[in-house]
T-cell receptor
Framework: KAGVTQTPRYLIKTRGQQVTLSCSPI?????VSWYQQTPGQGLQFLFE???????NKGNFPGRFSGRQFSNSRSEMNVSTLELGDSALYLC???FGMGAVGNIQYFGAGTRLSVL | AQTVTQSQPEMSVQEAETVTLSCTYD???????LFWYKQPPSRQMILVIR??????QNATENRFSVNFQKAAKSFSLKISDSQLGDAAMYFC??????????FGPGTSLSVIP
């Protein structure tokens, strides 16, 4: 079974631009969660999508948005990029229900650098 | 709201020795699930071990075991016979009743040859 795939692996943008990150979950998984990881803040939860609906949301500004498609693939969008958005963005997929179902499988991440 | 605390930002252990990573959490729920995740330098996060709160028996996976103290809200990870490949960031995580996973700040483990 293929793992969680995140594209692109690396991205360089400038302030004010927008960016879209993609995540393909493990086949059969219906839940996709996004996290921002920085050395100072650690792993911070962005949002979770389950069956195309946002089920949980972290404390991030509205510049961060996401969506999930019918095939469970998810995209995360960040508009009007700021220097502080430079981070590793991790995507995790899970079946989505119950303890075993919520074991999260992570992708390798997208390293975003904002210049 | 639930919180997860890992009080040791960094730890080190000699190869073949045993190390224990600490995790405490705060919750008012009675039934929940706890996880330890490992993130090696390659950045791919993987599940190490999980514990169901209603089970009193501590979970074990090969060299990894937990000491789950529900009353104290403590969930420590013990790594026995440490190997160089165990060097990584370790995250303690809590699964809430509404299916949200909350991660602790992580502990960076170094293994000294």
């Amino acid at each position: 079974k293929a793992g969680v795939t995140q594209t692109p692996r690396y991205l360089i943008k400038t302030r004010g631009q927008q960016v879209t990150l993609s995540c393909s979950p493990i086949s059969g998984h219906r839940s996709v969660s996004w996290y921002q990881q920085t050395p100072g803040q650690g792993l911070q939860f962005l949002f979770e999508y389950f069956s195309e609906t946002q089920r949980n949301k972290g404390n991030f500004p509205g510049r961060f948005s996401g969506r999930q498609f019918s095939n469970s693939r998810s995209e995360m969008n960040v508009s009007t990029l700021e220097l502080g958005d430079s981070a590793l963005y991790l995507c995790a997929s899970s079946f989505g229900m119950g303890a075993v179902g919520n074991i999260q499988y992570f992708g390798a991440g997208t390293r975003l650098s904002v210049l | 709201a639930q919180t997860v605390t890992q009080s040791q930002p960094e730890m080190s252990v000699q190869e073949a020795e045993t190390v224990t990573l600490s995790c405490t959490y705060d919750t008012s729920e009675s039934d929940y699930y706890l996880f330890w995740y490992k993130q090696p330098p390659s950045r791919q996060m993987i599940l190490v071990i999980r514990q169901e709160a209603y089970k009193q028996q501590n979970a074990t996976e090969n060299r990894f075991s937990v000491n789950f103290q529900k009353a104290a809200k403590s969930f420590s990870l013990k790594i026995s016979d440490s190997q160089l490949g165990d060097a990584a960031m370790y995250f303690c995580a809590y699964l809430t009743s509404y299916d949200k996973v909350i991660f602790g700040p992580g502990t960076s483990l170094s293994v000294i040859p």
